[in-house]
């Protein structure tokens, strides 16, 4: 799965970077197993690289294991921008979802910090109370969010993550607290929270998923999420790096 997801990611992250991963600043790779309730339920991978004052992530969530026999879920994203001050802003954001009964494609260009939704399947409905994009400028897409929370960081920096999403229909936050000492490395308490676009139905039956992130010294100066426990809808999640 490893090699198989680097073999498919670099060609994208060479072409937006406009280098080889050997001439970017900072890659990262790194392959997460998901269980649910104690059960493997799939994998999370993701890659990105930065250069200089541009990045640029691909991400992919598969479910696996006995949860793959009931219902097959996978999504695939693609992201690039700018990256400055420890701040990404994004230019272009495509995804591809199957949620085993339903599936969609997206895809955002950003101008001045504004996403800009170029498509969208399948399309809002008039009675969707979705949020304008007009109103989104200094959001993030939702892989851009992961890849800035998993990537490996300066010691310095663990934990320091607050952004606001926005996926083409809702706005959501990811938000990361004060590191806390735990054995070698430190562990990181975060919340994602729901804001708008969300129906009420989904705003009442859970609207903050707290979750915990474990950063643990690389051995060069860096930190890197080898664990995260999380509050799921489906119960108590987990993603531990293999």
Known sequence: MTIAFRRFCGPFLALALGVTAAQADQTDSAVFDLTLKGIYAGTLS?????????????????????????????????????????????????????????????VMEYSGGVPQVKKYNPPRKKKDKGVDPATQGGTVDPLTALYAALRDVPEDQACDLAVYM?????????????????????????????LEGFSKKEMKEKSRFPFTMHLEPTGDGMMRVIEVSMDTLYGKGSLKRR
């Open 46 to 106: 993701v890659s990105g690289a930065l250069n200089g004052d541009s990045y640029a992530a691909v991400g992919v969530l598969k479910s696996g294991g006995l949860v793959a026999l009931v219902k097959k879920v996978r999504y695939d994203a693609r992201s690039q921008g700018s990256y400055a001050d420890g701040r990404f802003t994004p230019t272009r954001y495509e995804e591809d979802a199957d949620t085993g009964s339903r599936q969609s494609q997206s």
């Open 166 to 194: 926005f996926d083409g229909k809702r706005r959501s936050q990811v938000v990361l607290g004060d590191p806390q000492p735990n054995g070698d490395g430190v562990s990181c308490p975060g919340e994602y929270r729901r």
